[in-house]
């Protein structure tokens, strides 16, 4: 059985920083992408970023120089280190593993709340 557990969301003030955690379990963690997506209420649900199997990385263009997407195969984990949060990074993160971009096979964790307020 596939897990993708997500952990590390939460409330923080603008400015402020998060790191969110990945646990996956059930696949082969070095042979997948693993990425980041968020959805706002009200909203579709977004690419944050991803990491491919080889370290590559991805952004959106918003995200790029305040977050960095980050994976330990060895501990199948995939991190996401939020900097500079802005109110409108406001969302229910998710985290993704896929054998490839654009596969149309995907793997959802439930989702992490983070909140950006003052």
């Known amino acids: 059985q596939v897990q993708l557990v997500e952990s590390g969301g939460g409330l923080v003030q603008p400015g402020g920083s998060l790191r969110l955690s990945c646990a996956v379990t059930?696949?082969?963690?070095?042979?997948?992408?693993m990425g980041w997506y968020r959805q706002a209420p009200g909203k579709q649900r977004d690419l944050v970023a991803q990491i491919t199997q080889s370290g590559a990385t991805n952004y959106r263009d918003s995200m790029k120089g305040r977050f960095t997407i980050a994976r330990d195969n060895k501990k199948e984990m995939t991190y996401l280190q939020m900097n500079s949060l802005k109110p409108e990074d406001t969302a229910v993160y998710y985290c993704n593993a896929s054998p490839f971009i654009g596969s149309g096979l995907q793997y959802w964790g439930q989702g992490t709340q983070v909140t950006v307020s003052s």
């Open positions: 059930g696949i082969d963690f070095g042979s997948y992408t």
